[in-house]
């Protein structure tokens, strides 16, 4: 069965300070994996995603993503945080062999990112 | 704009008594589910639709029904609405014809159900 696991419920840092928020997954085949954002009171996001090819992945707003195939994992960071990257962050993957060709998202619980001035 | 919407944002309403909850989507997209966002569980889907007149259950459909008679639209129906049905619900759609597509979100509806 496809899983997503979020070690951190929540993870502070410093403003300035490097970032990263865990992931990791477990999927029959290739996986699809994703990274979305939730501000207070708005829904997700789309941040950034691994399809194949360099496993180091760029998306919005400064983030990008290491793809770790031997250690099923997919960390989400970002060299220098802002204040206003604090919110609510979801990993997810999608399986190649699930649900036919479309297959469905699996959500991690989130991690909240907290940044302080 | 490209977008997804949702309606009502928010809605207060008693054991019992039937609600839908829009959802509509005007990029065209094939695919589209219904989440169900509760603390510290995450998102979990309950009932997506792969194209008009195809939809099937999710990890959590008990409770729910949906319908998909138009491509821009997916409803949501809470026939006898419960307590426990209380939760924050999204609605998304995606490109099925990529595998890869990401889902687009809508802004969410807040339902309580008391």
């Known amino acids: 069965a496809q899983s997503v696991a979020q070690p951190e419920d929540q993870v502070n840092v410093a403003e300035g300070n490097p970032l990263t928020v865990k992931c990791t997954y477990s999927?029959?085949?290739?996986?699809?994996l994703f990274w979305y954002v939730q501000y207070p009171n708005r829904g997700l996001q789309f941040l950034l995603k691994y399809i194949t090819g360099d496993n180091l992945v760029k998306g919005s707003y400064g983030f990008e993503a290491e793809f770790n195939k031997s250690q099923t994992s997919f960390h989400l960071k970002k060299p220098s945080a802002l204040v206003s990257d604090s919110a609510l962050y979801f990993c997810a993957v999608r399986g190649l062999n699930y649900g036919g060709s479309q297959g469905n998202l699996i959500f991690g619980k989130g991690t909240k990112l907290s940044v302080k001035p | 704009e490209a977008q997804v919407t949702q309606n009502p944002r928010y809605l207060i309403t008693v054991t019992g008594k039937k609600l839908t909850v829009t959802c509509s989507q005007n990029m065209n997209h094939e695919y589209m589910s219904w989440y169900r966002q509760d603390p510290g569980l995450g998102l979990r889907q309950i009932y997506y639709s792969m194209n008009v007149e195809v939809t099937d259950k999710g990890d959590v459909p008990e409770g729910y029904k949906v319908s998909r008679k138009e491509k821009r639209n997916f409803p949501l129906i809470l026939e006898s609405p419960s307590p426990n049905q209380t939760s924050l619900y999204f609605c998304?759609?995606?490109?099925?014809?990529?595998?890869?597509?990401?889902?687009?979100f809508g802004p969410g509806t807040r339902l309580t159900v008391t």
């Open positions: 998304a759609s995606s490109n099925s014809g990529q595998t890869g597509a990401e889902q687009y």
């Open positions: 999927v029959s085949g290739n996986p699809y």
